[in-house]
């Protein structure tokens, strides 16, 4: 099997588990937002809850202190250990509260910074490469120099493009300029990739790889903040440098 067909294979294998982590996500995403929604529905306020029970507390706790037998009263010291484990519960619901409040102006603050990136070149570390405006880069480290063989394909797993190149020791940089096989120009967008290296002993290995684009946009998602290089989207974690 040639180089050329291991990177292909690797590629192919790549888009297939994008796509169906894609549809996976989509199910569960769908089945989710139904399950909140019901959620949401019959969802009451802690505090509110907490107020109500302590009323019931109250009223039982009256109950039994009228009812109480004269010649053996009940312990008191047990009436304020409740009454303390009340007053510890409601602060905790009050410190959750507040722990929410941080966490969404962290977020905030995060999307803020990470809008600053947009219309800036942006190298992530990533399993797609973006096409954008015709050409797409991508960056990769070989220990020792040689042969590697590049292949770019479709969402669908669909062969588009392969090439291979003679890599130097160390970082090398490889430029798409967005045509497959045929030599027709294709669409931008986000295009599964894989870069594999053939090794002295006749084995290959599979180099990891990023990507360099311009940066478009910025979600924040309940999976944390992602960054869009084009139609590619990555974690803000995954992005290694900003500029030039």
Do not use: K, R
């Given at each position: 099997?040639?180089?050329?067909?291991?990177?292909?294979?690797?590629?192919?294998?790549?888009?297939?588990?994008?796509?169906?982590?894609?549809?996976?996500?989509?199910?569960?995403?769908?089945?989710?937002?139904?399950?909140?929604?019901?959620?949401?529905?019959?969802?009451?306020?802690p505090l509110l809850a907490l107020s109500s029970n302590f009323s019931d507390f109250l009223n039982m706790l009256m109950t039994q202190l009228q009812n109480q037998d004269p010649t053996s009263p009940m312990?008191?010291?047990?009436?304020?250990?409740?009454?303390?484990?009340?007053?510890?519960?409601?602060?905790?619901?009050?410190?959750?509260?507040?722990?929410?409040?941080?966490?969404?102006?962290?977020?905030?603050?995060?999307?803020?910074?990470?809008?600053?990136?947009?219309?800036?070149?942006?190298?992530?570390?990533?399993?797609?490469?973006?096409?954008?405006?015709?050409?797409?880069?991508?960056?990769?480290?070989?220990?020792?120099?040689?042969?590697?063989?590049?292949?770019?394909?479709?969402?669908?797993?669909?062969?588009?493009y392969s090439t291979t190149v003679t890599a130097t020791a160390g970082q090398n940089s490889w430029t798409w300029n967005g045509e497959n096989s045929a030599g027709t120009q294709l669409p931008d967008g986000a295009y599964s990739a894989a870069v594999v290296a053939a090794n002295a002993d006749g084995s290959t290995?599979?180099?990891?790889?990023?990507?360099?684009?311009?940066?478009?946009g910025v979600q924040s998602l309940s999976s944390g903040i992602q960054l869009d290089i084009g139609a590619l989207t990555v974690p803000f974690t995954a992005v290694q440098s900003v500029g030039n």
């Open positions: 099997m040639s180089l050329a067909s291991v990177a292909a294979e690797q590629s192919n294998a790549l888009a297939a588990a994008t796509s169906a982590a894609a549809a996976n996500a989509t199910t569960t995403s769908t089945a989710a937002s139904g399950s909140s929604a019901s959620a949401n529905a019959s969802a009451t306020n312990d008191s010291n047990q009436f304020t250990t409740e009454l303390v484990q009340f007053s510890g519960v409601e602060q905790q619901i009050s410190t959750n509260g507040s722990l929410t409040q941080l966490i969404q102006l962290t977020q905030a603050g995060e999307t803020l910074q990470a809008t600053s990136m947009t219309g800036q070149q942006v190298t992530a570390q990533s399993t797609q490469i973006a096409l954008q405006n015709g050409t797409g880069t991508l960056n990769y480290t070989d220990t020792s120099g040689g042969p590697v063989a590049i292949a770019i394909t479709s969402a669908s797993g669909q062969p588009l290995t599979t180099l990891p790889f990023t990507v360099t684009g311009t940066a478009t």
